[in-house]
Structures are given as C-alpha cells and as structure tokens.
C-alpha cells in the first residue's frame, strides 16, 4: 500500500517535471529528454498501480507493455534526435524560438 | 526498512529529474539523465519488476546515453540560455496539475488485481512458463508484432533523414585507447553470453527476446564506440535479413497458423516455433537498435578523418 503511494506520486511528478521541461526548455535536445523523463513517470505509474506487494505479484501484462514501451521509445528517441540534427543542419540552430532573430541576443 | 528506501528512491528520481530540467548546461543535463536511467532501474527492482530493470539498465542507461552524448557534439553550436531555465509562470500550472494527479492516486482502488488472474488461468494453455514471456510472445503477440514494425520504421526513417542506403560506411568514433579496447575485449564476450543466457532464461524465468536483444544491441554499441564498424561489416543483404528477420518470422507464423487453425497467431503446440520466433526477434532487436545508432551520425564523407 505505502510502496504503491510512494512510486505513484513520484511518478505523476516525474510526468510533471518532464511537461515543464518540454515547455521550458527552447533547445531541442534537451525537448528530448523532457519527454524521456516524461515516460518514464508513465512508465513507472503503469507498474506501481500492477504491483502487489503480497501474493498475486506483480501483472505482466503491463509488465510487458512497458518492456516493448522502453524499446520503443529508445527508438522513437533516436529518430527524434536524428530529426533534430537535420534541422540543425537546415537552420543553422538547435532551438525553437518564437522569433529567430532574437537568438543571438 | 523498505520503505525508507522506497522513500530514498523516489525522493532521489524526482530531485534528479528536477536537476535535469532546471540545469543549464546540455551536458549535465545528459549526464544526470544517465543516472536516471540507473535510478530508475533501481525503482524497477524495488517493483518486482526484473525484466523491465534489466531492459532500463541497458536501455535507459546505456543506448540512451550514447545516443544523447553523440548528438550532443552534433548540435551543442548554441550556448546555454541567459535567463533562469524554468519560468515561474510555469511553476504554479504544473504545481497544480501534480497535486491534482496525486489526489487521483489516492483513490485508486487497494484490492485491484488487474489481469493476474486471467493470465495466470491460461498460463496452461501455452508451452511458456513465465508469464511475461507468454503475454508478449503469445497472448499479445499482435503488440510484440508490430513493436517490430515500429522499430523497422524507425530505423527506415533515421535511414531515410540520413539519406544512406546501408551502414557500412557510417562515420566510426576515434579509436579506444589501450585501456578501453582492454575493457572491451573482456566485456564484450561476457555480454554476448549475458544476452544469450537472458534470451534462453525466458521462457522459465525473467527474461526474454527484450532483454536479450536490449543487451546484444549495447555489446554492439559499445564495440562501435571503440572505432569497430560491427555490424558494418556485414554485407547489406545480411544485414537486411537480420533486420527484418523478427518481423517476416510472426508474419509467417500468422499466415501458417491462419491456414492451419483459421486463426492469426494461434501458436502451434510445437516449442520450436516460439523459439524460432524468439530468437528471430530477438536478433531483429539488436540489429534495429544498432542501426539507429550506428546510421545516426550519418553521412560516410567524413570517413577518413
């Protein structure tokens, strides 16, 4: 019941703290890594609620859902990150801003 | 006793996590998020949970990594930004929205079971006696299916962006210095038969095509890391088989058991079949993953510097 609670809240807070760095952060990579922490609040919110610290275990069908989720986002992770290098590559930066020409200052 | 290291590991992930996003320089950033990973990994073992934390270690901690680092020296032309990293206008918001989430927590039902009782009454109709390894290679095989897919196209895509045709000519990293190619001769033995064993061990206990495959994709990498084209190496055709090799084995077991039993994926009683399929998709894993690492830097131009 505790261990439940405690890796719940931490994972709506993880999920919390990836959203404000995905709305925070201009530079895509670091984008990147704000939804990386993102699932893996997700991820770890899926298996605290299948986890039953007596008898029964822990359900594997979430189990295996996030098992194909971590390779599956390690993947949509590198296409991303490839993404990224080609609009670097076209634009010269690696940031989303409102106005580009504010960047350099 | 448990429960404050519960408390330690979750207080540590949320502050880790909190000092990536507020942090101002990239590379930190990337660093305290491979400590997330391993974390994270930790809380997975705490869950009870060993076929996720050894697919995180790997995964989250390892490729991950890599592939931040790597693109980290491709894109860091901008420096760090002057004003504070996270706005207070954006504090109150999310502030918000993780009490009322927490709120939600707090209702969720004690006694809920779930699916434990359903798949532990059709564990006897598989020849598979783990039951993670049963959902994900037989009663949702559809999902381990097109996760295959989903790593074929990523890889389609990366190769498509990159605008190359094969691997082998993809840019190498320096070559390891003495000391790293001494580590890597003694760990890269080790993790292939890490990865073996872990694929093997499925069927009875934790582990799996994912593991396996997570393990022998970052016993590739790490080869790669030290200036060995690995995979490159392989002439293309090969490596087009051994990419596609997971998904073309489900989709032949679907086509065969859709004519012997009229129904898609309904497992023979044979085990060689869920071998067969096993190691198939494990093989694709590990290439897929490689690949997206390997074909990322991209462009062969640079190959003699």
Not at chain 2, 176 to 203: C, K, N, T
Not at chain 2, 232 to 235: D, F, K, N, S, Y
Not at chain 2, 300 to 305: E, F, H, K, P
């Given at each position: 019941?505790?261990?439940?609670?405690?890796?719940?809240?931490?994972?709506?807070?993880?999920?919390?703290?990836?959203?404000?760095?995905?709305?925070?952060?201009?530079?895509l990579i670091?984008k990147i890594?704000?939804l990386n922490?993102?699932a893996?609040?997700?991820?770890?919110?899926?298996?605290?609620?299948?986890?039953?610290?007596?008898?029964?275990?822990?359900?594997?069908?979430?189990?295996?859902?996030?098992?194909t989720g971590?390779v599956v986002t390690i993947s949509a992770t590198a296409f991303a990150l490839c993404l990224a290098r080609r609009i670097t590559e076209i634009?010269?930066?690696?940031?989303?801003?409102?106005?580009?020409?504010?960047?350099?200052? | 006793?448990?429960?404050?290291?519960?408390?330690?590991?979750?207080?540590?992930?949320?502050?880790?996590?909190?000092?990536?996003?507020?942090?101002?320089?990239?590379?930190?950033?990337?660093?305290?998020?491979?400590?997330?990973?391993?974390?994270?990994?930790?809380?997975?073992?705490?869950?009870?949970?060993?076929?996720?934390?050894?697919?995180?270690?790997?995964v989250?901690?390892?490729l991950a990594?890599v592939l931040f680092?790597d693109a980290?020296?491709g894109l860091?032309?901008?420096?760090?930004?002057?004003?504070?990293?996270?706005?207070?206008?954006?504090?109150?918001?999310?502030?918000?929205?993780?009490?009322?989430?927490?709120?939600?927590?707090?209702?969720?039902?004690?006694?809920?079971?779930?699916?434990?009782?359903?798949?532990?009454?059709?564990?006897?109709?598989?020849?598979?006696?783990?039951?993670?390894?049963?959902?994900?290679?037989?009663?949702?095989?559809?999902?381990?299916?097109l996760e295959l897919g989903v790593l074929l196209v990523a890889v389609l895509g990366v190769m498509g962006i990159r605008r190359i045709g094969s691997i082998?000519?993809s840019?190498?990293?320096?070559?390891?210095?003495?000391?790293?190619?001494?580590?890597?001769?003694?760990?890269?033995?080790?993790?292939?038969?890490?990865?073996?064993?872990?694929?093997?061990?499925?069927?009875?206990?934790?582990?799996?095509?994912?593991?396996?495959?997570?393990?022998?994709a970052?016993?590739?990498?790490?080869?790669?890391?030290?200036?060995?084209?690995?995979l490159?190496?392989?002439?293309r055709?090969?490596w087009i088989?051994l990419l596609f090799?997971g998904f073309?084995?489900?989709?032949?077991?679907?086509?065969?058991?859709?004519?012997?039993?009229?129904?898609?994926?309904?497992?023979?009683?044979?085990?060689?079949?869920?071998?067969?399929?096993?190691?198939?998709?494990?093989?694709s894993i590990?290439t897929c993953l490689i690949s997206l690492v390997l074909a990322s830097p991209g462009r062969?131009?640079?190959?003699?510097?």
């Open positions: 019941m505790n261990s439940l609670l405690i890796y719940s809240i931490t994972a709506t807070s993880l999920f919390t703290i990836g959203l404000m760095g995905l709305a925070a952060h201009p530079n670091r890594i704000s922490i993102m893996g609040g997700v991820f770890l919110f899926l298996i605290s609620l299948a986890y039953h610290p007596d008898d029964p275990g822990v359900d594997p069908v979430p189990q295996a859902m996030v098992l971590i634009t010269g930066s690696s940031r989303l801003e409102d106005k580009p020409e504010d960047t350099d200052s | 006793m448990n429960l404050a290291f519960d408390l330690l590991v979750g207080l540590s992930l949320v502050w880790v996590a909190w000092r990536i996003v507020g942090s101002r320089d990239h590379f930190q950033a990337v660093v305290l998020f491979i400590t997330f990973g391993l974390i994270l990994s930790l809380a997975w073992t705490r869950l009870q949970s060993p076929d996720i934390a050894i697919a995180e270690a790997a989250g901690a390892g990594g680092m980290l020296g860091s032309s901008s420096p760090g930004s002057p004003r504070p990293a996270v706005p207070l206008t954006l504090l109150f918001p999310c502030l918000i929205l993780a009490s009322i989430m927490a709120i939600a927590v707090l209702f969720v039902p004690e006694d809920f079971l779930g699916l434990i009782p359903v798949v532990h009454g059709a564990l006897t109709d598989t020849s598979l006696e783990y039951p993670v390894t049963a959902v994900l290679l037989d009663f949702r095989a559809y999902d381990t299916w082998s000519g840019r190498l990293p320096a070559p390891a210095d003495p000391v790293g190619r001494w580590i890597i001769r003694i760990l890269l033995p080790i993790m292939v038969l890490i990865g073996g064993y872990l694929l093997w061990l499925g069927a009875f206990a934790p582990g799996g095509a994912f593991q396996g495959g997570v393990v022998l970052a016993a590739g990498v790490m080869l790669w890391q030290a200036g060995h084209p690995s490159g190496l392989l002439p055709l090969w088989v090799c073309l084995s489900f989709l032949i077991l679907a086509f065969w058991s859709l004519f012997h039993s009229g129904r898609m994926l309904a497992h023979p009683e044979n085990k060689l079949w869920i071998l067969g399929v096993e190691y198939a998709a494990t093989i590990a062969c131009r640079v190959r003699d510097n």
